[in-house]
């Protein structure tokens, strides 16, 4: 994530409600930490991402002979022992 996105975020985030919501028993949170939980929250989500993206997925092992579909599923999809 470049600085300027994760400024921009923390930016936001610092300057939303919920930056200044007065929480039951806790009060309202330190000056930075919304905007700093933002910020991290969206790097941790572009690496998992990245991650995804480069890690080829395995082929399912099919359970049965032959494709099963999910009630709702738009793309055929085989029964694997994880169930999905």
Do not use: H
């Not at 806790?26 to 480069?54: I, L």
């Amino acid at each position: 994530m470049a600085s300027d996105t994760a400024l921009s975020m923390a930016d936001l985030a610092d300057n939303s409600d919920i930056a200044s919501y007065n929480w039951n028993d806790r009060g309202v949170a330190p000056r930075g930490y919304v905007g700093g939980m933002a910020v991290s929250f969206g790097r941790v989500y572009c690496k998992m991402n990245a991650d995804a993206m480069q890690r080829p997925k395995p082929p399912p092992r099919i359970l049965g002979m032959g494709l099963k579909r999910s009630p709702g599923d738009q793309q055929q999809t085989c029964r694997t022992e994880a169930g999905s």
